[in-house]
């Protein structure tokens, strides 16, 4: 029960940390997002909210229950982005708990015998990046980690609540750019989350193409930072603290 205990994560190391995670998750973070991780042997974090499954939406169709489910079969982690969708700052108690036990029964019967051991260790990803303070204690209680955005690099005493994420987001010269973060993150260790949603030829403003997308992990595979899911990661961190 450590996990529930260590709210506070220690980030420290010679050797940074790379992770790839999706939210939402548009199909094309399958198709192709997740086919360009296996080409380097790499695997992603996957951020799902049951309710947005199979749906279309302008420039984006939503991944299907057996996309999730193929997902988790080729080794990939499975994470929480509650039910709904909501931003969860809206919520109170009572409705915040019911995403968060609506997502879990989806992704239990999805899963099915993948759930064993991700419904242990679940991390979640804030809709919309919005934090709500006053939901720490349920999502501690809920989860192994709740990633935000804020374009930084987890470095030092870190809040397992408060996970910062970087965008991986159109056009794809920003994308491109993003090299200088790993750059920055190999001269000062640290864990950099990358997220993004659609990797897709035509991406919309919060994804960008399978050629972008791939040189970026090209250029983290090159830098010689180890790249791990975020429960990998959480896994390096917290027994490297206890040690
Ligand atoms: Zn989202």
Same mark, same amino acid.
């Given at each position: 029960?450590?996990r529930f205990?260590?709210?506070?994560?220690?980030?420290?190391?010679?050797?940074?940390v790379?992770?790839?995670?999706?939210d939402?998750?548009?199909?094309?973070? %399958?198709?192709?997002?997740a086919?360009?991780?296996e080409?380097?042997?790499?695997?992603?974090?996957?951020?799902?909210?049951?309710q947005?499954?199979?749906?279309?939406?302008?420039?984006?169709?939503l991944?299907?229950?057996?996309g999730?489910?193929?997902?988790?079969e080729?080794?990939?982690?499975?994470?929480?982005?509650?039910?709904?969708?909501?931003?969860?700052?809206?919520?109170?108690?009572?409705?915040?708990?019911?995403? /968060?036990?609506?997502?879990?029964?989806f992704?239990?019967?999805?899963?099915?015998?993948?759930?064993?051991?991700?419904? $242990?260790?679940?991390?979640f990803?804030?809709?919309?990046n919005?934090?709500?303070?006053?939901?720490?204690?349920?999502?501690a209680?809920?989860?192994?980690?709740?990633?935000?955005?804020e374009?930084? /690099?987890?470095r030092?005493?870190?809040?397992?609540?408060?996970?910062?994420?970087?965008?991986?987001?159109?056009p794809d010269?920003?994308?491109?750019?993003l090299?200088?973060?790993?750059?920055?993150?190999?001269?000062?260790?640290?864990?950099?989350?990358?997220?993004?949603?659609?990797?897709?030829?035509?991406?919309?403003?919060?994804?960008?193409?399978p050629a972008?997308?791939e040189?970026?992990?090209?250029y983290?595979?090159? $830098?010689?930072?180890?790249? %791990?899911?975020?429960?990998?990661a959480?896994?390096?961190?917290i027994?490297?603290?206890?040690?």
């Open positions: 029960m450590r205990a260590a709210k506070t994560l220690h980030i420290s190391g010679e050797r940074p790379i992770s790839f995670s999706f939402d998750v548009p199909d094309s973070a %399958l198709y192709n997002g086919t360009i991780l080409k380097y042997g790499l695997r992603g974090t996957f951020y799902i909210a049951g947005l499954t199979g749906i279309s939406e302008p420039g984006r169709k991944i299907s229950e057996a999730i489910a193929e997902l988790a080729r080794g990939h982690e499975i994470g929480c982005h509650t039910y709904s969708h909501p931003n969860i700052a809206t919520l109170n108690g009572a409705q915040l708990q019911n995403e /968060i036990d609506q997502n879990h029964s992704l239990s019967r999805i899963l099915g015998k993948h759930w064993g051991a991700a419904g $242990s260790q679940l991390n990803a804030y809709p919309y919005a934090v709500s303070y006053f939901a720490y204690r349920r999502m209680k809920n989860y192994r980690s709740c990633r935000a955005g374009n930084r /690099i987890n030092g005493a870190t809040c397992l609540q408060m996970l910062f994420g970087m965008e991986i987001g159109r010269e920003d994308v491109v750019q090299k200088a973060e790993i750059d920055a993150v190999k001269a000062q260790p640290g864990w950099l989350i990358f997220f993004t949603h659609d990797i897709s030829e035509t991406p919309t403003p919060y994804g960008c193409t972008a997308f040189k970026l992990v090209q983290a595979v090159q $830098s010689g930072c180890e790249i %791990l899911t975020v429960n990998e959480l896994d390096r961190y027994s490297a603290d206890a040690a």
